[in-house]
């Protein structure tokens, strides 16, 4: 007797998450519709019934992370905020989620893209209420400045396993790892690196000499 066929509930919700960890690892013009459907255990056909085509398929992914990382409890504005349980829930994500959102904003996908102006700008907004209540130092770029901060904000998910290599820590999202890593980074925004503004002047004097020419 043939082996029935998973309900349709079941089966689309396994072609996503075989989609997930696909698309996360490989990134999205390696991945192919027969690979897919192997590793969710369906056929070629049934990818293409619930999803219509590749893109189908990225567009739904990219709807499903995209809606998990905004979440209801609103984690872009917390991250972008700094608070910590933002962060966390972004960060903490399953790990097919982690690696398709770094995939994602890699390769340049139209929803990541959305979603990273979005976190740049509730960022910026949050950096100016820093500014006007004074615990944020003033800026000639602040729109530079919130994008940066938000680089290193989610560095981590594309430098996951070079950070882990190089702090010498066994999971990077652990609660006690990403607390330590975020104190080194909140010591470094708060006192800065330098101690003086030679740096900034040899940058400036590079600037100069090329503007000259």
Same mark, same amino acid.
């Given at each position: 007797?043939?082996?029935?066929?998973?309900?349709?509930?079941?089966?689309?919700?396994?072609?996503?998450?075989?989609?997930?960890?696909?698309? =996360?690892?490989?990134?999205?013009?390696?991945?192919?519709?027969?690979?897919?459907?192997?590793?969710?255990?369906?056929?070629?056909?049934?990818?293409?019934?619930?999803?219509?085509?590749?893109?189908?398929?990225?567009?739904?992914?990219?709807?499903?992370?995209?809606?998990?990382?905004?979440?209801?409890?609103?984690?872009?504005?917390?991250?972008?905020?700094?608070?910590?349980?933002?962060?966390?829930?972004?960060?903490?994500?399953?790990?097919?989620?982690?690696?398709?959102?770094?995939?994602?904003?890699?390769?340049g996908s139209p929803a990541a893209n959305a979603l990273f102006d979005e976190i740049v700008e509730h960022t910026a907004a949050?950096?100016?209420?820093?500014?006007?209540? =004074? +615990?944020?130092?003033?800026?000639?770029?602040?729109?530079?400045?919130?994008?940066?901060?938000?680089? +290193?904000?989610?560095?981590?998910?594309?430098?996951?396993?070079?950070?882990?290599?190089?702090? =010498?820590?066994?999971?990077?999202?652990?609660?006690?790892?990403?607390?330590?890593?975020?104190?080194?980074?909140?010591?470094?925004?708060?006192?800065?690196?330098?101690?003086?503004?030679?740096?900034?002047?040899?940058?400036?004097?590079?600037?100069?000499?090329?503007?000259?020419?």
């Amino acid at each position: 007797m043939p082996e029935s066929s998973p309900p349709e509930s079941s089966a689309r919700r396994r072609i996503l998450d075989a989609a997930l960890d696909r698309f =996360g690892r490989d990134g999205v013009n390696r991945v192919t519709v027969r690979a897919i459907a192997s590793d969710a255990g369906v056929s070629p056909a049934l990818v293409v019934h619930h999803f219509g085509s590749m893109e189908g398929v990225r567009r739904e992914c990219d709807r499903y992370v995209m809606s998990m990382v905004r979440g209801p409890d609103h984690l872009v504005e917390d991250a972008a905020a700094g608070n910590a349980s933002g962060l966390a829930g972004m960060l903490e994500a399953a790990a097919p989620v982690r690696r398709y959102l770094a995939r994602a904003f890699l390769d340049g996908s139209p929803a990541a893209n959305a979603l990273f102006d979005e976190i740049v700008e509730h960022t910026a907004a949050w950096l100016a209420g820093g500014e006007r209540e =004074g +615990w944020v130092r003033p800026s000639e770029n602040p729109h530079a400045r919130a994008a940066i901060y938000v680089s +290193w904000l989610l560095a981590p998910l594309a430098f996951g396993a070079h950070l882990t290599r190089a702090l =010498g820590v066994d999971d990077l999202h652990a609660t006690g790892s990403a607390l330590w890593m975020s104190r080194v980074a909140i010591d470094m925004f708060t006192h800065g690196v330098f101690t003086d503004e030679r740096m900034l002047h040899a940058w400036d004097a590079v600037e100069k000499e090329r503007g000259a020419r």
